[in-house]
Each structure stands twice: as C-alpha cells, then as structure tokens.
C-alpha cells in the first residue's frame, strides 16, 4: 500500500513539528530575502490578529458572563484568588528547586547579556491602528457583562420591562460578535498557524538565539526548563486525576498551543489556539472561553518559576546569599499581585519584577540589567510554560464551577 503524505490532512501539532525541525536542520540554506519574506508573512498575520483580539476577548467574556445565570460574583472571587495563589505557589516552587540544584550546577558566572547575533528584518511591515488594548477590552468586556447580568436580573426582580430588553439587547450583540469572532479563529486564523509560526521558528534561527542559549546560559536553561516541563506536566497529571490515558490527552491537545507560545513569546499571539486546548479539554467550551481570555495576561506560572530560578542563579553569580524563607514568602506575595500587571508579550514579564528584585533579593543595578538581557533568551519556553499553566488552570477550575453548578447553558 502507497504511503502519501499529504499536508492538508496532517494534524496539526505534526505540522508544527516538521516546522521546528525543518528550520533547524535546513534554514541555514534559505536565502534572506526568503527568510525575509516568510518573517513578513508572519508578522502580518500578527498584525491582524492583534487587531482583532481585543474585540475576541470582549466579546467571549462579555457573552459568556451574561449567560451565566447565577454566581456571577462567585465566579470572579475564586478566579482572582485562584489565579494569586498558583502564581505564588510557581515562585516557591521555582526556590525550592534552586536549593535543591542550583549549587550542584556548574554554570557560567561571566553573563554579560551580549546581544544575539543579527536581527532578521520583516521584507515588510505594516500595521492597523490600535483602537483597543487587551487590557482594556478584558476590563471594558468584564464590567459591562456583569453590569448588564446585574440590571437583568434586577429588571426581571422588579418588572421593569425597558430594562430587560436593553440587558437582552446587548446579550444578542455579544454574542453576534462572538460568532464572529470564533469564526475568525476557526475558519481563517487555525489554518493559518502554519505560516505564522514558520516566520518566527525562522527569525530564531537566523539570529542565533536557540544556540545562544544552548553555548552560553546551557546548565541554566536545561535546569530551568526541566523544572518547568516537569510542574507543567505534574499539573496535568493532578487535574487528570493521576490517569495516564488523560494526561496523555490533555498534553496532546495542548501542544500547538505551546508551540505557538514558544515562536512567538506572546501568551496573547497563542490565545487562539490555548482556547483551542482548553474548549477540547475542558468539553466545556463557554466555560473555556471566559476563562482563558480572562487570565491570559495574569496567570503565569512560567514567570514565577523562571524568574526565581533566575534570581537565585543570579547571587550565586554575584557571590550573594540565597534569601531567607520568610524573605521569599512575601516576595511571592509581592510577585504574584505584581503578576496582574504584566502584559503577555516578550520581555513584558521582568520589567514589572525589577524592583521586587531590588527589593527583596538586593539586587544591584548590573544585575538588573543584565538580567533583564537575558531574560528575552528564556521568554520562549517560559511563554510555553504560561500556556501549559493556562490549559491547566482551565481544566481545574471547570471542574470546580462544575460542582458549585456556576456556569454557562
């Protein structure tokens, strides 16, 4: 029997794999204008995307608050709460495996943050104005789904006929607008993951940046990715319920989405495809799209443990102190508020984080700006890291709205 192997039916994990290892083992021969030119593809479908996700998220949070029929304020307090404590927990556990490892690591302590080695230039660029940011349509989608909710329901309490239809009117345009949106993402932009992720698996190669890190930062950046493999994969096991066959398919659905973390370095460029994830994993897919649009930007778990581990690298360099444990106690206090703050781009996490370092882990200017340099050559698996947290997180807390029966028809 004749094997053919057509890419319009592969899955698409398997795409993106081929992707990886193609530019790794053959994008040395690509001539730049085509490098350029993959590279422009790619930051063009960004462009759209970027233009559009602000209206994707207010309209999948918006939509979905407003089907919620009871437990609107329950819903926020233990999506806020549960989102503070995981991200306090990445900081302890990103310290507790420092001294455990680090010590024994021999590493460089010579960082001098030397920038990658060419920059790879779009053959163009262009882009849409920016009429909404992420954050403001989180906010804006967020208090009008529940200041909607709200009048609905005093409005049926008290007969108030005018009120109903203007609630139920914004309900239906909401929801218009979230059949869009999802048709945005399913029909155009999910076929177009291929092209998108090529450009910037190219502009990786091309600057050099994966053999930086692999040359220079290696007994760091393979301890600091094995911690996160290994508590992304321990998360997974946990809201699996320790059953390996579910595991197995929760890291399966998963994994274009982290793949697409990983080229990109934006938890909000690999939204589309995290949503994806967390609609087949979660079999919930209204409870999915309010909660992965709503935590994108502030749950992130791969910031609390890279960061840490970082730090802790960092004074060992320096000839510092590791801080006490009551010390890191309220600096993963201080972390995890400071984590709502953080915008889900590349190098977006460390900037927020420089004065809790001063702070609390004494660091010196040097430090903080050679760390802020380095920081970029982490940001890929660390993105991974988030997005791992983010499928993780979907899963657990649609269970736990599940039994407090708070959720979407």
Not at 7 to 29: A, D, E, T
Not at 223 to 239: K, N, R, S
Not at 260 to 265: H, I, K, Y
């Amino acid at each position: 029997m004749a094997f053919t192997l057509n890419p319009l039916r592969m899955k698409l994990p398997v795409k993106l794999i081929l992707i990886i290892v193609g530019v790794l083992f053959f994008g040395h021969y690509l001539s730049l204008d085509v490098k350029r030119f993959c590279f422009a593809i790619s930051m063009s479908i960004k462009e759209v995307l970027e233009f559009v996700l602000p209206f994707i998220i207010f309209s999948y949070l918006s939509s979905c608050i407003l089907s919620f029929k009871k437990g609107v304020l329950t819903f926020i307090v233990i999506l806020l709460a549960t989102v503070y404590i995981s991200n306090f927990i990445a900081v302890q556990v990103g310290y507790g495996a420092s001294l455990l490892v680090l010590e024994k690591i021999n590493f460089a302590t010579s960082a001098d943050g030397k920038a990658v080695s060419e920059v790879l230039t779009p053959m163009w660029s262009w882009s849409f104005p920016k009429l909404l940011s992420n954050d403001w349509a989180l906010y804006v989608g967020l208090i009008s789904g529940l200041f909607f909710s709200f009048m609905r329901t005093f409005a049926q309490s008290q007969n108030i006929k005018f009120l109903e239809k203007l609630a139920n009117g914004f309900e239906r345009f909401t929801h218009y607008l979230k059949n869009a949106s999802s048709f945005f993402l399913i029909r155009i932009f999910i076929p177009l993951v291929p092209f998108f992720i090529l450009g910037y698996i190219i502009s990786l190669q091309h600057a050099g940046t994966l053999g930086q890190i692999v040359t220079s930062y290696a007994p760091i950046f393979i301890f600091t990715v094995t911690v996160q493999a290994l508590y992304g994969a321990l998360l997974f096991l946990i809201v699996a319920h320790f059953k390996f066959n579910l595991w197995f398919e929760y890291i399966k659905n998963t994994i274009p989405a982290i793949i697409a973390g990983f080229s990109t370095m934006s938890s909000a460029a690999a939204m589309p495809l995290t949503l994806l994830a967390a609609e087949k994993n979660t079999g919930n897919p209204n409870m999915a799209r309010v909660l992965i649009p709503a935590t994108v930007n502030i749950h992130m778990i791969g910031n609390g443990l890279t960061i840490t581990i970082m730090a802790m690298a960092f004074l060992l360099t320096f000839g510092m102190p590791f801080p006490d444990f009551p010390t890191v106690i309220f600096f993963g206090l201080s972390f995890a508020l400071a984590q709502f703050a953080i915008a889900a781009v590349p190098g977006g996490g460390i900037l927020v984080m420089l004065p809790l370092l001063q702070k609390y882990m004494h660091f010196t200017p040097e430090m903080t700006s050679i760390i802020t340099a380095l920081y970029v050559l982490f940001d890929a698996p660390l993105t991974a890291t988030n997005i791992m947290g983010n499928s993780v997180y979907s899963i657990f807390l649609n269970k736990i709205f599940t039994k407090l029966k708070i959720g979407t028809d």
